[in-house]
């Protein structure tokens, strides 16, 4: 057992309470009340965490992200490029992938995330080099095992080569069918629909521009078959528009559509370009989109309309995206990001502290098709971060906890992180990892394959 006691301020996802205890058993949230008295609940190895200098929140909740990219930060050949010069560029990097820097790279995303207040993240892997291991899946799995995050990763894909007049090499893309037969596999072999699931499988061909109909389709069929997910990029830049008018003579939404990818088991990253009708199929359908404001910026791509989509009721999460694009797994930087982006395109009132946490936790979830995390109750997941606000960054900001820990704050290091019931991030430092060695060993990868 667990209790946080005397919390400052204990956010919900819907009320906000002071003062009051927060009882974890096992891996769930077993009571909320004021005045927990350790000493009656009978368990003499319960630990008592002392929170009256802390805000507690649901743990954030990341829809969209690259792993593998935590090894390409900052590479100067594409800090200046649009969104396809820079894919092509860095494909030649890609092509060198391998198990070990799938797995350090997958450490140092997971290791971020949750030291920065995320307690589940998805990961959409979709390079697999020619010759390369096929079990790059199997191996971030086993990373993300290790240090201790909820996951969700999407088993991506690109089929179609510059050869099949796609954008990607001939080296970084598989068949068909030996695609549709790994994602199967992958299904079978770990996916738990369970309630309380710590490890769930979602399926992600790639984008227009690297896929083909049929594997949209086949997906699709293999998706609804065996009850996952399906997420993929869509509308990221006005080049994604111009390459499926001229390829299919119809826009992205409109493409999925044809192919059978709308609806409530679907996600979409980043929904930038999408005009009025397309935002109303959407709210229809329920599918949903992830907002990556950081990696928007960072290639100039443009502007979710997300205060728009929750007026109309469309699904909305967040993700910071792959750090090729965003440079930090930063997921408290994210939210941030959100809130002044939106701020600056809409205005003054465009969207709230509170809209943004919301989008990081149930509104996240909602996208993740979980129930059982992103809101504090009894009964929910003890997924749980806490924040410390005594310090010199927040200090004057205690007029409104909530938005000072969106607006404030000069190191984004939460001091708890709670999954499942385990804490694995105390006083900023990652309980589960070496980090000194995940360090080490990642930044002999990110050489290795950059050298190779």
């Known amino acids: 057992m667990i209790l946080l006691k005397n919390i400052l301020v204990l956010f919900t996802g819907s009320e906000e309470l002071s003062g009051t205890d927060l009882l974890i058993d096992g891996t769930k949230i077993s009571r909320i009340d004021d005045g927990i008295d350790p000493e009656k609940l009978g368990k003499p190895d319960i630990e008592v965490i002392d929170c009256s200098r802390w805000v507690i929140l649901p743990g954030f909740v990341n829809t969209h992200h690259h792993f593998y990219q935590t090894l390409q930060r900052c590479v100067p050949e594409v800090q200046d490029s649009p969104l396809f010069d820079w894919l092509v560029t860095l494909y030649e990097i890609w092509k060198h992938l391998d198990e070990d820097s799938i797995y350090w790279s997958t450490l140092v995303a997971c290791g971020e995330l949750l030291k920065t207040g995320c307690t589940t993240s998805s990961?959409?892997?979709?390079?697999?080099?020619?010759?390369?291991?096929?079990?790059?899946?199997?191996?971030?799995?086993?990373?993300?095992?290790?240090?201790?995050?909820?996951?969700?990763p999407t088993?991506?894909?690109?089929?179609?080569?510059?050869?099949?007049?796609?954008?990607?090499?001939?080296?970084?893309?598989?068949?068909?069918?030996?695609?549709?037969?790994?994602?199967?596999?992958?299904?079978?072999?770990?996916?738990?629909?369970?309630?309380?699931?710590?490890?769930?499988?979602?399926?992600?061909?790639?984008?227009?521009?690297?896929?083909?109909?049929?594997?949209?389709?086949?997906?699709?069929?293999?998706?609804?078959?065996?009850?996952?997910?399906?997420?993929?990029?869509?509308?990221?830049?006005?080049?994604?528009?111009?390459?499926?008018?001229?390829?299919?003579?119809?826009?992205?939404?409109?493409?999925?559509?044809?192919?059978?990818?709308?609806?409530?088991?679907?996600?979409?990253?980043?929904g930038i370009h999408l005009n009025d009708a397309e935002l109303e199929k959407l709210?229809?359908?329920?599918?949903?989109?992830?907002?990556?404001?950081?990696?928007?910026?960072?290639?100039?791509?443009?502007?979710?309309?997300?205060?728009?989509?929750?007026?109309?009721?469309?699904?909305?999460?967040?993700?910071?995206?792959?750090?090729?694009?965003?440079?930090?797994?930063?997921?408290?930087?994210?939210?941030?990001?959100?809130?002044?982006?939106?701020?600056?395109?809409?205005?003054?009132?465009?969207?709230t502290t509170r809209e943004v946490i919301g989008l990081a936790t149930s509104g996240s979830a909602?996208?993740?098709?979980?129930?059982?995390?992103?809101?504090?109750?009894?009964?929910?997941?003890?997924?749980?971060?806490?924040?410390?606000?005594?310090?010199?960054?927040?200090?004057?900001?205690?007029?409104?906890?909530?938005?000072?820990?969106?607006?404030?704050?000069?190191?984004h290091n939460v001091h708890l992180t709670i999954v499942n019931g385990k804490v694995v991030v105390r006083d900023g430092r990652l309980l589960t990892v070496d980090e000194d060695e995940v360090v080490r060993k990642a930044n002999e990868a990110a050489k290795r394959i950059r050298d190779a």
């Not at 994602?183 to 399926?203: C, K, N, V, W």
């Not at 994604?240 to 409530?264: A, F, H, K, Q």
């Not at 997921?331 to 990001?337: K, T």
């Open 123 to 152: 990961d959409h892997l979709y390079v697999f080099p020619a010759g390369a291991s096929s079990r790059f899946i199997d191996v971030e799995i086993e990373a993300a095992s290790r240090i201790g995050i909820r996951f969700h």
């Open 283 to 351: 709210k229809a359908t329920e599918t949903g989109i992830c907002h990556c404001p950081t990696s928007n910026m960072r290639l100039g791509a443009g502007r979710a309309r997300v205060p728009e989509m929750l007026k109309m009721g469309v699904r909305v999460g967040l993700g910071v995206d792959g750090s090729a694009s965003n440079d930090t797994s930063d997921m408290l930087a994210e939210l941030r990001n959100c809130f002044l982006l939106q701020r600056l395109a809409g205005g003054s009132s465009a969207i």
């Open 155 to 270: 088993r991506g894909s690109m089929s179609l080569g510059k050869d099949q007049g796609g954008l990607p090499p001939n080296e970084v893309v598989q068949l068909e069918d030996e695609i549709l037969k790994d994602s199967e596999r992958l299904i079978d072999e770990y996916h738990d629909p369970q309630t309380g699931s710590m490890l769930r499988i979602a399926l992600a061909p790639c984008s227009p521009f690297s896929i083909s109909e049929r594997l949209l389709k086949e997906t699709r069929e293999l998706a609804s078959r065996k009850g996952v997910l399906l997420h993929t990029h869509l509308a990221e830049t006005e080049d994604e528009n111009s390459y499926c008018l001229d390829t299919y003579g119809i826009r992205p939404v409109e493409l999925m559509e044809r192919c059978g990818w709308l609806g409530r088991d679907v996600w979409y990253a980043h």
């Open 366 to 411: 909602d996208l993740l098709g979980r129930d059982d995390i992103g809101t504090i109750k009894e009964g929910m997941c003890a997924d749980i971060v806490g924040i410390d606000i005594s310090d010199i960054s927040h200090a004057g900001s205690l007029h409104d906890y909530l938005a000072s820990i969106v607006l404030c704050g000069s190191n």
